[in-house]
């Protein structure tokens, strides 16, 4: 009985752990995240606003030396796409079509999404 009691407790243990160390190693898990819809719906609405959202790199849109690289990322499965400014201060990210981000998004005074930071995910 003792031994099943600590083998119950052991795998108790083990389970809380790893859940956890999966909401806590989770990047900006205290900012809100992005509601979609109303940003396309109203972005001026959101402006000064930072949020989060988890994306795929869809496509490079453009490129400008002083303001960064634009990027088409889909949110939401692919149903979704949003343009993403990713500045300057992140030129050192090789970012890739297909590849997933979660960004840190600030939206500015023009309602564009430009990058406060971001991780792969």
């Known amino acids: 009985m003792w031994i099943v009691a600590a083998a119950v407790l052991v795998v108790g243990a083990f389970i809380g752990s790893r859940l956890f160390i999966r909401v806590a190693s989770e990047p900006f898990r205290t900012t809100a995240a992005l509601d979609v819809q109303a940003y396309l719906e109203n972005a001026n609405s959101l402006r000064g606003n930072i949020y989060k959202i988890e994306a795929k790199v869809e496509d490079q849109l453009a490129w400008s030396p002083s303001a960064g690289r634009l990027f088409a990322v889909s949110v939401d499965g692919g149903s979704d796409v949003l343009p993403v400014l990713i500045t300057t ?31 792969k995910a």
């Open 89 to 119: 201060k992140f030129n050192d990210v090789n970012v890739q079509k297909g590849q997933r981000f979660i960004f840190l998004l600030e939206v500015d005074d023009d309602g564009m999404l430009r990058t406060k930071d971001l991780t």
